[in-house]
């Protein structure tokens, strides 16, 4: 089973933020804007997952064209339990979720402002990855 996922390792709640707006925003695209109305396996997936309603939710904003209120309605835990955004310890804890859930590649996708930061979170992911 192969995982991609936003990756930034950082203490700084800003950086954070505006990593997990990145995930929300994507999120959005692909639950609500990627296929019809019932032909969506993105919203079908997440739906699985447990969000139902958020789903539906999510992609009648989308398709209505209202976009940052999709993204809006991307529920908190989702975002985060799709990403590897936060201070080590938690990226860690997701790394160990990722693994007890069955994945066995990670492709982290760096979402640092800069090559050296996306470079040393790489490096960083994949010590804890092991």
Do not use: C, W
Request: aromatic share 6%; glycine share 10%; no cysteine.
């Amino acid at each position: 089973i192969v995982v991609q996922a936003t990756a930034l390792i950082t203490e700084d709640q800003e950086q954070i933020d505006n990593a997990l707006a990145l995930v929300r925003h994507q999120a959005a695209l692909y639950i609500g804007g990627m296929g019809a109305r019932g032909k969506n396996f993105y919203n079908t997936l997440v739906q699985r997952y447990g969000y139902v309603e958020e789903a539906k939710l999510i992609q009648d904003l989308y398709l209505d064209g209202r976009k940052a209120e999709a993204a809006a309605a991307v529920p908190e835990d989702l975002i985060r339990a799709m990403s590897l955004v936060g201070p080590r310890s938690e990226v860690a804890e997701r790394v160990e979720a990722f693994r007890g859930a069955g994945v066995g590649v990670i492709l982290g996708s760096p979402a640092a402002a800069t090559h050296a930061q996306r470079v040393e979170d790489m490096r960083v992911l994949a010590e804890i990855i092991g």
